[in-house]
């Protein structure tokens, strides 16, 4: 099984890799450190299934699944990621995401889900499918105006709203300020919105972060 790592934190995709390769022996895994890389290996080899991270810089996850989904509407994708807002989660889904699992989750439930999803099955950790199964028909408490943010002015979203500097933001996307900046006007109209304040309390009355919650 060819299974391709995408992790912007080198010690993390190596211990992840490092894990998978010994309770899958199987395996045949190839790293990348971001979504321009992620979508260089799978030109160069495609794989069974993409591990995904969410918070890449550059490209995002979601962006960089949308795009090889584009190219390869059968490649599977399991996003692998610290977030575990309902929305969040609705968003990978809809970028076409086969599976999604946080990194909290345990060594053998990793390797359940990476089974299942490259063998085309979907896959959501227990507790997320639990809270979709409670949300009928899409009714996750989404705010409609934040329906309207495309997945690289939602990503944006989420980090404002988790109070991430822009400076910071701004280096871990690989956007310039002036970009930024560009961007941070074009969400705040599309929400009608006027500040930062705002901002957070509809991400928290959306659900799309919560109080105390690390912004790392």
């Known amino acids: 099984m060819k299974v391709l790592l995408v992790d912007d934190h080198a010690v993390v995709r190596q211990g992840y890799a490092s894990l998978l390769q010994v309770l899958l022996p199987d395996v045949q895994l190839r790293e990348a450190a971001d979504g321009e890389q992620a979508l260089q290996r799978v030109q160069e ?23 090889l989904r ?21 968003q990978a889904l809809d970028a076409g995401a086969i599976g999604y699992l946080t990194k909290r989750a345990a ?18 950790e227990q507790q997320l499918a639990t809270q979709l199964a409670c949300s009928p028909g899409g009714d996750d408490g989404l705010d409609p105006r934040l329906r309207e943010l495309t997945q690289r002015e939602f990503e944006i979203f989420v980090m404002l709203a988790r109070g991430l500097p822009p ?50």
């Open 45 to 67: 080899e495609i794989p069974h299934l993409v591990i995904m991270d969410i918070g890449l810089p550059g490209i995002s996850g979601l962006e960089t699944t949308r795009r």
């Open 107 to 124: 060594p053998e439930v990793l390797i359940e889900a990476v089974r299942r999803t490259a063998a085309g099955h979907l896959y959501i």
């Open 167 to 216: 400076r910071q933001i701004a280096e871990r996307l690989c956007i310039s300020a002036k970009t930024l900046s560009n961007y941070q006007t074009l969400v705040k109209n599309k929400l009608q919105i006027t500040s930062q304040a705002e901002l957070v309390h509809l991400a928290i009355d959306s659900g799309v972060v919560r109080v105390g919650l690390d912004s790392a």
């Open 70 to 90: 584009q190219r390869l509407p059968q490649l599977r994708v399991l996003f692998f990621s610290m977030h575990d807002e309902l929305p969040v989660v609705r």
